[in-house]
């Protein structure tokens, strides 16, 4: 299987380099946010997230930074490894504001790790 | 293996046809989504369904209708298809109607690519 093929930015690293990953988003109401990973033919897969009453949580080799002043979030996986490679997509929701919680994706960075 | 099964996992068909889209979500969740994910506009969420009830609508095209059944499992149907059709359907699951489950997570079923001719 593969991706759809997307025209997306594409992030190169070194294996055992350290990845940043941005992602602007859109609405400044998002409460919650989080990272999905997703594998050549595979489902979105959940990495990390945060509500909008932080601005930093980290967990197994990532950590997700919220700086919802010019609205944006960065995923940074330290010590990046070839099965990092995958299109990394934020999303974001409204899941305390009353709403459906329905996550609303953005376009997507692909990750190319080098062996 | 997220628990979420959907089928066909792939699926060639010709404009002006219908096909229908089928997803279990994991044992124990409620809300089931679906999600097309095509090469200009990324994953757009469609239509999400709460325990049979419709629960939240998105970029759905009136062509297409989805419900979910007593037993949980949802089908998404797409008629009168059009080139532009051509995609990736994914079918996720939470456990409660709010979104993403406590822990963060909508999990993903591996997806129905949908290539129209």
């Known amino acids: 299987g593969e991706n759809v093929g997307l025209h997306l930015p594409t992030l190169s690293v070194q294996e055992g380099d350290n990845s940043i990953i941005n992602c602007a988003y859109s609405?400044?109401?998002?409460?919650?946010f989080i990272w999905y990973k997703q594998e050549s033919g595979k489902g979105p897969q959940f990495i990390i997230d945060?509500?909008?009453?932080?601005d930093k949580r980290q967990g197994q080799r990532v950590t997700v930074l919220l700086n919802k002043t010019v609205k944006h979030l960065s995923l940074q996986i330290a010590a990046t490894q070839p099965g990092d490679s995958a299109v990394y997509f934020c999303?974001?929701?409204?899941?305390?504001?009353?709403?459906?919680?329905?996550?609303?994706f953005g376009k997507g960075t692909k990750l190319s790790v080098k062996p | 293996d997220s628990g979420v099964t959907q089928t066909p996992k792939h699926l060639i068909t010709a404009t002006g046809q219908r096909v229908t889209l089928r997803c279990s979500p994991r044992s124990g969740d409620l809300s089931v989504y679906w999600y097309q994910q095509s090469l200009d506009q990324g994953l757009q969420f469609l239509i999400q369904y709460y325990n049979g009830e419709e629960r939240a609508k998105g970029n759905i095209l009136e062509r297409f209708s989805a419900q979910q059944f007593p037993d949980l499992h949802s089908e998404l149907n797409l008629s009168s298809l059009e080139l532009g059709d051509s995609a990736l359907y994914f079918c996720?699951?939470?456990?409660?109607?709010?979104?993403?489950?406590?822990?963060?997570?909508?999990?993903f079923g591996e997806g129905s690519r949908l290539t129209v001719l």
């Open positions: 609405n400044s109401a998002s409460d919650y």
């Open positions: 999303a974001e929701t409204r899941h305390y504001g009353g709403s459906q919680g329905n996550l609303i």
């Open positions: 996720a699951s939470s456990v409660g109607a709010g979104g993403p489950s406590p822990t963060g997570e909508l999990f």
């Open positions: 945060i509500r909008s009453n932080m």
